[in-house]
């Protein structure tokens, strides 16, 4: 993939992509935008239910909306000045609904979806969500950002299953989540090795994990210049929600 004009950080990102191609002709952009709506449905899943659907509208909505993203509707509204993958999907939601207002019901589920999204799965993950009055705009947010440091974390033991130390990462994702319950001695002896190398192993993880992190986010944007940005805002919905920190 090329460079940005202007960026030699980061590549082409998938949102740009989708962004400079607009009526998806190009079979680049539509892998890109069928990429990220995969990763983001949840978020948007989760949205309409805080907004009072039932689930089996939520779900039906949720695949309309993206049947409808990857036909090309919508992408008009991809705007460079407010180039976030996370602010176009909501906006664009919104007037899905209002165009789906007077034909409510009228989706089947699985009937041509694009996209491999597991609608079903999403009221599992739905009532595990806190009880208290959260806006349907605050949890989109804060799933959003959760969704992101998930897939991260994925990445991450993906790497360590690739080199074959699984169990490994296993060990010390409870430090780099911040939920480690023993000191660094004690798993320094749990698996054979000293208290040094678990320190080293620590900070290189978390230093591999923040890289990701701003790997991820750029993947969201049309500009580079916006991750910090985004990576600030992301980081003040979590701290909000009393979550993990991003970066």
């Known amino acids: 993939m090329h460079t940005l004009a202007g960026s030699s950080r980061f590549p082409t990102t998938l949102w740009n992509?989708?962004?400079?191609?607009?009526?998806?002709?190009?079979?680049?952009?539509?892998?890109?935008?069928?990429?990220?709506?995969?990763?983001?449905?949840?978020?948007?899943?989760?949205?309409?239910?805080?907004?009072g659907y039932p689930t089996d509208q939520a779900q039906d909505l949720t695949q309309g909306f993206f049947l409808r993203v990857?036909?090309?509707?919508?992408l008009d509204r991809a705007d460079q000045k407010k180039g976030r993958f996370r602010?176009?999907?909501?906006?664009?939601?919104?007037?899905?609904?209002?165009?789906?207002?007077?034909?409510r019901g009228a989706l089947k589920r699985g009937g041509g979806?694009?996209?491999a999204i597991e609608v079903s799965t999403g009221e599992q993950r739905y009532q595990r969500e806190p009880a208290h009055d959260e806006t349907p705009e605050r949890i989109f947010e804060r799933r959003?950002?959760?969704?992101?440091?998930?897939?991260?974390?994925?990445?991450?033991?993906?790497?360590?299953?690739?080199?074959?130390?699984p169990e490994y990462f296993e060990q010390l994702k409870p430090f780099l989540?911040?939920?480690?319950?023993?000191p660094y001695a004690e798993l320094a002896l749990k698996i054979n090795t000293s208290e040094g190398a678990i320190k080293v192993a620590i900070h290189r993880l978390r230093k591999r994990y923040r890289e990701l992190v701003r790997q991820e986010i750029a993947d969201t944007v049309?500009?580079?210049?916006?991750?910090?940005?985004?990576?600030?805002y992301l980081a003040a919905v979590l701290t909000r929600g009393h979550s993990s920190t991003v970066g």
């Open 177 to 182: 989540l911040g939920k480690a319950d023993a």
């Open 17 to 51: 992509l989708v962004v400079a191609a607009g009526d998806l002709h190009g079979e680049e952009a539509r892998s890109a935008l069928v990429s990220l709506c995969e990763k983001y449905w949840y978020p948007l899943y989760a949205y309409l239910r805080r907004r």
């Open 87 to 103: 602010y176009f999907l909501l906006t664009s939601l919104k007037f899905f609904l209002a165009d789906e207002e007077d034909r």
């Open 70 to 74: 990857l036909e090309g509707r919508y």
């Open 144 to 165: 959003w950002a959760l969704s992101m440091l998930d897939r991260v974390v994925e990445r991450l033991r993906s790497e360590f299953v690739q080199h074959g130390r």
């Open 222 to 232: 049309a500009d580079p210049a916006d991750v910090e940005s985004e990576l600030r």
């Open 113 to 115: 979806v694009l996209v």
